[in-house]
Protein backbone atom coordinates (compact mmCIF):
# COMPACT_ATOMS: atom_id res chain seq x y z
CA UNK A 1 0.00 0.00 0.00
CA UNK A 2 1.22 3.54 -1.12
CA UNK A 3 1.99 5.73 1.92
CA UNK A 4 0.12 8.69 2.28
CA UNK A 5 3.74 10.89 0.67
CA UNK A 6 3.32 8.93 -2.17
CA UNK A 7 -0.35 9.19 -2.78
CA UNK A 8 -0.52 12.57 -2.63
CA UNK A 9 -2.93 12.43 0.84
CA UNK A 10 -0.81 14.43 3.58
CA UNK A 11 -1.06 18.32 4.38
CA UNK A 12 1.92 20.34 5.78
CA UNK A 13 -0.49 21.97 7.84
CA UNK A 14 -1.52 18.59 9.96
CA UNK A 15 0.53 18.31 13.20
CA UNK A 16 2.39 14.87 12.77
CA UNK A 17 2.78 12.38 15.87
CA UNK A 18 5.84 10.17 16.03
CA UNK A 19 3.19 7.31 15.88
CA UNK A 20 2.30 9.05 12.12
CA UNK A 21 5.37 9.16 10.98
CA UNK A 22 6.31 5.70 11.18
CA UNK A 23 2.84 3.65 11.30
CA UNK A 24 1.07 5.96 8.03
CA UNK A 25 4.12 7.20 5.91
CA UNK A 26 7.47 5.20 6.83
CA UNK A 27 6.40 1.82 7.01
CA UNK A 28 3.87 1.89 3.72
CA UNK A 29 7.00 3.13 2.17
CA UNK A 30 9.78 0.43 2.95
CA UNK A 31 6.91 -1.76 1.65
CA UNK A 32 6.59 -0.40 -1.51
CA UNK A 33 10.41 -0.29 -1.69
CA UNK A 34 10.22 -4.33 -2.07
CA UNK A 35 12.12 -4.79 1.13
CA UNK A 36 12.07 -8.65 2.57
CA UNK A 37 9.45 -10.00 4.47
CA UNK A 38 11.17 -10.74 7.23
CA UNK A 39 12.43 -6.94 7.17
CA UNK A 40 8.85 -5.61 7.20
CA UNK A 41 7.97 -7.76 9.63
CA UNK A 42 11.00 -6.80 11.80
CA UNK A 43 10.45 -3.37 11.30
CA UNK A 44 5.98 -3.81 12.78
CA UNK A 45 7.78 -5.07 15.89
CA UNK A 46 10.26 -2.66 16.61
CA UNK A 47 7.77 0.44 15.98
CA UNK A 48 4.80 -0.96 17.66
CA UNK A 49 6.10 -2.84 20.56
CA UNK A 50 9.17 -0.56 21.52
CA UNK A 51 8.70 3.39 19.61
CA UNK A 52 5.04 3.67 19.41
CA UNK A 53 4.57 2.81 23.38
CA UNK A 54 7.14 5.28 24.51
CA UNK A 55 7.18 8.07 22.07
CA UNK A 56 4.45 7.57 19.94
CA UNK A 57 2.16 10.33 20.75
CA UNK A 58 5.09 13.31 20.82
CA UNK A 59 5.02 15.81 18.19
CA UNK A 60 7.54 14.35 15.42
CA UNK A 61 9.27 18.10 14.74
CA UNK A 62 10.09 18.41 18.66
CA UNK A 63 11.78 15.04 19.13
CA UNK A 64 15.19 15.66 20.67
CA UNK A 65 17.99 13.72 20.68
CA UNK A 66 17.64 13.81 24.81
CA UNK A 67 13.87 11.81 24.04
CA UNK A 68 15.26 9.27 22.02
CA UNK A 69 17.88 9.02 24.60
CA UNK A 70 15.44 8.75 27.42
CA UNK A 71 13.38 5.48 25.63
CA UNK A 72 16.58 4.22 25.03
CA UNK A 73 17.23 3.75 28.52
CA UNK A 74 13.74 3.28 29.80
CA UNK A 75 14.08 -0.03 27.16
CA UNK A 76 17.46 -1.18 28.35
CA UNK A 77 16.13 -1.28 32.01
CA UNK A 78 12.46 -2.03 31.82
CA UNK A 79 10.38 -5.50 32.11
CA UNK A 80 8.47 -6.51 29.45
CA UNK A 81 4.76 -8.20 30.17
CA UNK A 82 6.69 -11.34 29.28
CA UNK A 83 9.27 -10.97 32.47
CA UNK A 84 12.08 -10.60 30.00
CA UNK A 85 14.84 -8.25 31.20
CA UNK A 86 15.09 -4.57 29.21
CA UNK A 87 16.50 -5.29 25.75
CA UNK A 88 19.42 -6.24 24.07
CA UNK A 89 22.38 -4.04 22.66
CA UNK A 90 21.05 -5.20 19.27
CA UNK A 91 17.51 -4.68 19.85
CA UNK A 92 18.50 -1.29 20.74
CA UNK A 93 20.25 -0.51 17.49
CA UNK A 94 17.37 -1.58 15.68
CA UNK A 95 15.50 0.98 17.61
CA UNK A 96 17.50 3.85 17.21
CA UNK A 97 18.23 2.83 13.24
CA UNK A 98 14.41 2.58 12.88
CA UNK A 99 13.83 5.98 14.11
CA UNK A 100 16.96 7.47 12.33
CA UNK A 101 15.45 6.14 8.70
CA UNK A 102 12.46 7.24 9.67
CA UNK A 103 13.35 10.78 10.01
CA UNK A 104 15.43 10.83 7.13
CA UNK A 105 12.71 10.03 5.03
CA UNK A 106 11.09 12.17 6.36
CA UNK A 107 12.98 15.23 5.53
CA UNK A 108 13.18 13.89 2.04
CA UNK A 109 10.03 13.68 1.77
CA UNK A 110 9.24 16.95 3.07
CA UNK A 111 7.20 15.68 5.87
CA UNK A 112 9.42 17.60 8.16
CA UNK A 113 11.96 21.06 7.38
CA UNK A 114 14.68 19.24 9.55
CA UNK A 115 15.83 16.21 11.02
CA UNK A 116 16.02 17.30 14.79
CA UNK A 117 17.84 14.06 16.10
CA UNK A 118 20.35 14.10 13.21
CA UNK A 119 23.04 13.96 15.85
CA UNK A 120 21.59 10.74 17.46
CA UNK A 121 23.67 7.58 16.96
CA UNK A 122 23.19 3.94 17.14
CA UNK A 123 24.08 2.42 20.58
CA UNK A 124 27.16 0.29 20.05
CA UNK A 125 27.53 -3.31 20.29
CA UNK A 126 28.96 -4.75 23.64
CA UNK A 127 31.13 -7.57 22.51
CA UNK A 128 29.64 -10.92 23.64
CA UNK A 129 31.18 -14.24 24.99
CA UNK A 130 30.98 -16.42 22.18
CA UNK A 131 29.73 -20.19 23.37
CA UNK A 132 30.41 -23.13 21.72
CA UNK A 133 31.13 -26.54 22.06
CA UNK A 134 34.85 -28.51 22.27
CA UNK A 135 35.21 -31.28 20.18
CA UNK A 136 34.58 -33.65 23.10
CA UNK A 137 31.31 -32.44 23.95
CA UNK A 138 30.14 -32.02 19.97
CA UNK A 139 31.29 -35.52 20.08
CA UNK A 140 29.25 -36.52 23.13
CA UNK A 141 25.73 -34.46 21.54
CA UNK A 142 26.22 -36.46 18.26
CA UNK A 143 25.90 -40.26 19.88
CA UNK A 144 23.37 -38.91 22.46
CA UNK A 145 21.49 -38.15 19.27
CA UNK A 146 22.14 -40.50 16.83
CA UNK A 147 18.78 -42.15 16.83
CA UNK A 148 16.82 -39.03 17.26
CA UNK A 149 14.41 -38.22 14.06
CA UNK A 150 16.27 -35.48 13.16
CA UNK A 151 19.96 -36.66 13.64
CA UNK A 152 21.23 -35.64 10.22
CA UNK A 153 20.32 -31.90 11.18
CA UNK A 154 22.30 -32.29 14.01
CA UNK A 155 25.10 -33.68 11.99
CA UNK A 156 25.02 -30.67 8.91
CA UNK A 157 24.49 -28.00 12.02
CA UNK A 158 27.76 -29.00 13.52
CA UNK A 159 29.70 -30.43 10.57
CA UNK A 160 29.42 -28.05 8.23
CA UNK A 161 28.01 -24.59 10.28
CA UNK A 162 24.66 -24.24 8.62
CA UNK A 163 21.64 -21.25 9.48
CA UNK A 164 19.15 -22.63 10.89
CA UNK A 165 16.79 -21.19 8.13
CA UNK A 166 19.23 -22.83 5.52
CA UNK A 167 19.01 -26.19 7.55
CA UNK A 168 15.27 -25.73 7.32
CA UNK A 169 14.85 -24.43 3.75
CA UNK A 170 17.61 -27.37 2.08
CA UNK A 171 15.53 -29.53 -0.50
CA UNK A 172 16.13 -32.66 -1.81
CA UNK A 173 16.91 -31.21 -5.33
CA UNK A 174 19.56 -29.45 -3.75
CA UNK A 175 20.78 -32.44 -2.68
CA UNK A 176 23.15 -35.00 -4.75
CA UNK A 177 24.31 -37.84 -2.92
CA UNK A 178 25.93 -39.58 -5.38
CA UNK A 179 28.65 -36.26 -5.86
CA UNK A 180 28.31 -35.83 -2.52
CA UNK A 181 27.31 -32.17 -2.27
CA UNK A 182 24.56 -30.04 -0.57
CA UNK A 183 23.66 -26.99 -2.34
CA UNK A 184 22.06 -24.11 -0.13
CA UNK A 185 19.59 -22.14 -2.63
CA UNK A 186 16.96 -21.24 -0.14
CA UNK A 187 16.48 -20.39 3.63
CA UNK A 188 13.11 -20.99 5.31
CA UNK A 189 11.58 -18.07 7.37
CA UNK A 190 8.46 -17.39 9.31
CA UNK A 191 6.79 -13.76 9.20
CA UNK A 192 3.33 -13.21 10.57
CA UNK A 193 2.88 -16.80 11.04
CA UNK A 194 3.27 -17.80 7.22
CA UNK A 195 6.77 -20.22 6.36
CA UNK A 196 8.51 -18.45 3.68
CA UNK A 197 11.59 -19.40 1.54
CA UNK A 198 13.60 -16.66 -0.14
CA UNK A 199 16.92 -16.84 -1.44
CA UNK A 200 19.91 -15.75 0.46
CA UNK A 201 20.39 -12.41 1.26
CA UNK A 202 23.91 -12.41 -0.30
CA UNK A 203 25.57 -14.47 -3.06
CA UNK A 204 27.99 -15.65 -0.52
CA UNK A 205 25.13 -17.09 0.98
CA UNK A 206 24.67 -19.43 -2.10
CA UNK A 207 26.99 -21.88 -2.35
CA UNK A 208 27.65 -25.54 -2.46
CA UNK A 209 28.99 -27.64 0.54
CA UNK A 210 30.36 -31.21 0.46
CA UNK A 211 28.84 -34.07 2.12
CA UNK A 212 31.34 -36.55 3.29
CA UNK A 213 30.72 -40.27 3.60
CA UNK A 214 29.08 -39.79 7.21
CA UNK A 215 26.86 -37.23 6.05
CA UNK A 216 25.88 -39.24 2.96
CA UNK A 217 25.03 -42.51 5.01
CA UNK A 218 22.80 -40.31 7.36
CA UNK A 219 20.97 -38.23 4.77
CA UNK A 220 20.40 -41.55 3.29
CA UNK A 221 19.00 -43.14 5.78
CA UNK A 222 16.78 -39.89 6.65
CA UNK A 223 15.78 -40.27 3.35
CA UNK A 224 14.24 -43.94 3.93
CA UNK A 225 12.34 -42.62 7.05
CA UNK A 226 10.71 -39.69 4.92
CA UNK A 227 9.30 -42.36 2.43
CA UNK A 228 8.26 -44.87 5.86
CA UNK A 229 6.14 -41.68 6.62
CA UNK A 230 4.79 -41.11 3.85
CA UNK A 231 3.63 -44.42 2.95
CA UNK A 232 1.83 -44.21 6.73
CA UNK A 233 0.36 -40.82 6.27
CA UNK A 234 -1.00 -41.75 2.84
CA UNK A 235 -3.48 -39.04 1.61
CA UNK A 236 -2.54 -36.43 4.36
CA UNK A 237 1.20 -36.68 2.69
CA UNK A 238 1.72 -33.06 1.28
CA UNK A 239 4.78 -33.78 -0.87
CA UNK A 240 6.55 -30.45 -0.66
CA UNK A 241 10.29 -31.81 -1.46
CA UNK A 242 12.23 -30.16 1.58
CA UNK A 243 15.06 -32.57 3.13
CA UNK A 244 13.05 -32.05 6.80
CA UNK A 245 9.48 -32.48 7.18
CA UNK A 246 6.87 -33.20 9.59
CA UNK A 247 4.86 -36.54 9.68
CA UNK A 248 2.77 -35.06 7.03
CA UNK A 249 5.19 -33.52 4.59
CA UNK A 250 5.07 -30.29 5.93
CA UNK A 251 8.39 -28.34 6.22
CA UNK A 252 10.02 -28.03 9.81
CA UNK A 253 10.08 -24.33 11.07
CA UNK A 254 13.04 -22.96 12.27
CA UNK A 255 11.08 -22.95 15.35
CA UNK A 256 10.70 -26.04 16.18
CA UNK A 257 13.88 -27.25 15.36
CA UNK A 258 15.32 -24.54 17.83
CA UNK A 259 12.83 -26.31 20.58
CA UNK A 260 14.05 -29.90 19.75
CA UNK A 261 17.84 -28.87 20.12
CA UNK A 262 16.80 -26.99 23.24
CA UNK A 263 15.04 -30.23 24.89
CA UNK A 264 18.10 -32.68 23.43
CA UNK A 265 20.64 -30.50 25.15
CA UNK A 266 19.03 -30.82 28.76
CA UNK A 267 19.61 -34.67 28.37
CA UNK A 268 23.30 -35.16 28.35
CA UNK A 269 25.73 -33.59 30.76
CA UNK A 270 26.87 -30.76 28.19
CA UNK A 271 27.28 -26.86 28.74
CA UNK A 272 24.22 -25.63 27.61
CA UNK A 273 24.07 -23.78 24.02
CA UNK A 274 21.50 -22.10 21.06
CA UNK A 275 21.68 -23.57 18.05
CA UNK A 276 23.08 -20.64 16.73
CA UNK A 277 26.08 -21.83 18.63
CA UNK A 278 26.24 -24.96 16.61
CA UNK A 279 27.24 -22.98 13.74
CA UNK A 280 29.94 -21.25 16.27
CA UNK A 281 31.02 -24.69 17.17
CA UNK A 282 31.54 -25.81 13.40
CA UNK A 283 33.65 -22.72 12.90
CA UNK A 284 35.72 -23.25 15.89
CA UNK A 285 36.61 -26.78 15.58
CA UNK A 286 37.33 -25.80 11.75
CA UNK A 287 39.41 -23.37 12.69
CA UNK A 288 41.06 -25.48 15.50
CA UNK A 289 41.87 -28.63 13.03
CA UNK A 290 44.04 -26.33 10.62
CA UNK A 291 41.43 -25.27 8.03
CA UNK A 292 41.93 -22.38 6.33
CA UNK A 293 40.25 -19.06 7.17
CA UNK A 294 39.56 -18.65 3.90
CA UNK A 295 37.59 -22.31 3.24
CA UNK A 296 35.61 -21.53 6.45
CA UNK A 297 34.53 -18.68 5.22
CA UNK A 298 32.89 -20.29 2.24
CA UNK A 299 31.32 -22.66 4.24
CA UNK A 300 29.79 -20.65 6.75
CA UNK A 301 28.60 -18.16 3.79
CA UNK A 302 30.43 -15.09 4.59
CA UNK A 303 31.36 -12.34 2.26
CA UNK A 304 34.85 -12.41 2.79
CA UNK A 305 37.52 -13.82 5.28
CA UNK A 306 37.82 -10.54 6.90
CA UNK A 307 34.36 -11.34 8.35
CA UNK A 308 34.84 -15.03 9.68
CA UNK A 309 38.12 -13.30 11.48
CA UNK A 310 36.09 -10.48 13.11
CA UNK A 311 33.93 -13.28 14.36
CA UNK A 312 36.75 -16.08 15.50
CA UNK A 313 39.57 -13.53 16.14
CA UNK A 314 39.57 -14.94 19.47
CA UNK A 315 40.83 -18.56 17.79
CA UNK A 316 43.74 -16.58 15.98
CA UNK A 317 46.27 -16.78 19.04
CA UNK A 318 46.07 -20.19 19.91
CA UNK A 319 46.40 -21.13 15.77
CA UNK A 320 49.62 -19.00 15.62
CA UNK A 321 50.98 -20.61 19.13
CA UNK A 322 50.35 -23.69 17.23
CA UNK A 323 51.53 -23.03 14.05
CA UNK A 324 54.67 -21.36 15.08
CA UNK A 325 55.53 -24.83 17.70
CA UNK A 326 54.60 -26.31 14.56
CA UNK A 327 57.23 -24.22 11.84
CA UNK A 328 59.84 -24.24 14.89
CA UNK A 329 60.31 -28.16 15.60
CA UNK A 330 60.16 -28.51 11.43
CA UNK A 331 63.17 -26.41 11.43
CA UNK A 332 64.92 -26.27 14.60
CA UNK A 333 64.17 -29.97 16.40
Not at 33 to 41: D, E, F, Y
Not at 106 to 118: D, F
Request: glycine fraction near 6%.
Amino acid sequence: MPSKVQNGEWRPDHPLTVRQLLLEYWLPAQASRNRRPATISQYRVVVNSWIVPGIGDHRASTLTPGHVQRLVDTLCTSRSPSGRDGLSPRSLQLVVGTLKSAYKFAVESELLVRNPIASVRRPTLQHQTMNAWNETQARQFLADTRDDVLAAVWALLLTRGLRRGELCGLRWEAIDLDAGTATIVHTLIVVDGRVLAPTPKTLSSRRSLPLDASLVSLLIGHRKRQFEDRQRAGEAWTETGYVFVDQVGRPCSPELVSDRFDRLVKAPELPRIRLHDTRHTAASLMLASGVSVKVVQEMLGHSSPAITLAIYAHKTPSMAKEAGEALSTSLLG
